[in-house]
């Protein structure tokens, strides 16, 4: 499905990142190869998902001169990764965006109704005065993404958005019904939803392959 079918997504189609999508799609990817493609691939998608932040000229000296060059400015960033499988793509982003602060937000998924129960929350305190990104590496039927987001906009946060390897229709109609204000930036747009949640073709269950737990 083409991303033009959800105008608030951004598909990176760049090849590198998709020979890497590819490789942490084989299931016989080892456990560790998988962890250090994610979080190659989460780099890439920093440098994607920030391209629009607001920038100032400052002087500087250089060896030969002194003259007006850019930095970013505007708000501060906080990434916010969705407990468990967020957190394989954290490092990546941190790689990038040093300075930004972090936070967490727990989710577990109901087996039977494929709800998302929050168990965990922690993120700065002057939250509301960031961009945040949310970090979640599947976006299957949406309902932990959205959680995460509603949690989020709760507590005072008004810039977000929300970076993805992979989405399944299903998804992100979900999603982009219940937030249609919060850009998504992601690798793949997937075929669709198998009958229990996961994304096909996929690439399995992301934090099991993240973490070696299955």
């Known amino acids: 499905m083409p991303a033009t079918?959800?105008?608030n997504v951004t598909v990176i189609d760049h090849p590198?990142?998709?020979?890497?999508?590819?490789?942490?799609?084989r299931e016989d990817t080892t456990t560790d190869n998988f962890r250090r493609l994610v979080r190659e691939i989460a780099q890439m998608m920093a440098y994607e998902i920030?391209?629009?932040?607001?920038?100032?000229?400052?002087s500087?000296?250089?060896p030969l001169t002194t003259f007006d060059s850019p930095v970013i400015s505007g708000k501060k960033l906080c990434l916010v990764s969705i407990l468990r499988a967020g957190t394989g793509m954290l490092d990546g982003m941190i790689d990038l965006l040093p300075g930004a602060r972090?936070?967490?937000?727990?989710?577990?998924?109901?087996?039977?109704?494929?709800?998302?129960?929050?168990y965990y929350f922690k993120v700065p305190d002057d939250i509301q005065d960031r961009l945040v990104i949310v970090l979640d590496?599947?976006?299957a039927t949406g309902h932990s993404a959205i959680a995460a987001l509603d949690r989020l906009k709760e507590v005072g946060v008004t810039s977000i958005k929300l970076a993805c390897l992979l989405a399944a229709p299903e998804g992100l109609r979900n999603l982009t019904a219940a937030h249609p204000d919060v850009p998504v930036t992601l690798a793949s747009i997937?075929?669709?939803?198998?009958?229990?949640?996961?994304?096909?073709?996929?690439?399995?269950?992301?934090g099991d392959r993240i973490f070696g737990t299955k």
């Open 50 to 58: 920030t391209r629009d932040l607001p920038t100032e000229k400052v």
């Open 5 to 7: 079918d959800f105008p």
């Open 137 to 139: 590496p599947m976006l």
């Open 60 to 62: 500087i000296t250089t």
């Open 16 to 25: 590198l990142l998709q020979h890497k999508l590819t490789f942490i799609r």
């Open 190 to 206: 997937d075929s669709h939803l198998n009958d229990h949640g996961y994304i096909v073709p996929g690439l399995g269950d992301a």
């Open 102 to 118: 972090v936070g967490h937000i727990g989710l577990y998924r109901d087996p039977d109704t494929l709800e998302a129960i929050e």
